[in-house]
């Protein structure tokens, strides 16, 4: 008869995870709840991760701009605004991986202010398929398969990715390096 062990061990336990809703919204372990928004809850802080907020933010702010008509459609589907899109989310990008990187710390006000110019960014890439604008879809998923590209190469030549990886996936089981 074949039988399978009950528990599989993967090296020393790591610290415990946070559970449920905590880990969803902040994707950050306990110790780095310094890179969250801490808002106050009945049953204790609710944990935000402070770049997604900025991209809630940003997104919120780009639907506002656009159901108020502050700015016609139009103008937000020139060719000359998708470019400032597309190069919207480059501080998000350049800002984390300098963290992940070169180890330091950003700023909540930085991830923030990221977060939102990532958040409009996405928001646009909606509107962009809302208007069945399919031609610019294509090119605005190509930036960000290549912002998402070059994010995983810099990872993988500097050797951050392992940390990177060790950081957001605790207890992960990683090849020897």
């Given at each position: 008869?074949?039988?399978?062990?009950?528990r599989?061990?993967?090296?020393?336990?790591?610290?415990?995870?946070?559970?449920?809703?905590?880990?969803?919204?902040?994707?950050?372990?306990?110790?780095?709840?310094?890179?969250?928004?801490?808002?106050?809850?009945?049953?204790?802080?609710?944990?935000?991760?402070?770049?997604?907020?900025?991209?809630a933010?940003g997104?919120?702010g780009?639907?506002?701009?656009?159901?108020?008509?502050?700015?016609?459609?139009?103008?937000?589907?020139?060719?000359?605004?998708?470019?400032?899109?597309?190069?919207?989310?480059?501080?998000?990008?350049?800002?984390?991986?300098?963290?992940?990187?070169?180890?330091?710390?950003?700023?909540?006000?930085?991830?923030?202010?990221?977060?939102?110019?990532?958040?409009?960014?996405?928001?646009?890439?909606?509107?962009?398929?809302?208007?069945?604008?399919?031609?610019?879809?294509?090119?605005?998923?190509?930036?960000?398969?290549a912002?998402?590209?070059?994010v995983?190469?810099?990872?993988?030549?500097?050797?951050?990715?392992?940390?990177?990886?060790?950081?957001?996936?605790?207890?992960?089981?990683?090849?020897?390096?």
């Amino acid at each position: 008869m074949l039988t399978f062990p009950r528990r599989v061990t993967v090296g020393p336990p790591g610290p415990p995870l946070p559970t449920g809703r905590s880990f969803l919204l902040s994707h950050h372990l306990p110790g780095h709840y310094d890179r969250t928004i801490s808002v106050p809850g009945t049953r204790g802080s609710v944990h935000l991760c402070t770049r997604c907020t900025g991209q809630a933010l940003g997104g919120l702010g780009y639907l506002v701009v656009l159901l108020t008509g502050a700015l016609a459609i139009g103008v937000l589907l020139e060719p000359r605004v998708q470019v400032l899109w597309a190069v919207a989310p480059l501080p998000a990008a350049a800002d984390w991986l300098r963290q992940s990187v070169r180890g330091g710390e950003s700023t909540n006000a930085r991830r923030l202010l990221t977060g939102g110019l990532l958040g409009a960014a996405l928001f646009d890439v909606l509107l962009l398929a809302a208007t069945r604008q399919w031609s610019d879809l294509l090119i605005a998923a190509a930036v960000f398969l290549a912002y998402g590209l070059a994010v995983a190469a810099v990872l993988f030549a500097s050797g951050a990715w392992r940390r990177v990886l060790e950081e957001h996936l605790p207890g992960i089981a990683l090849p020897p390096s």
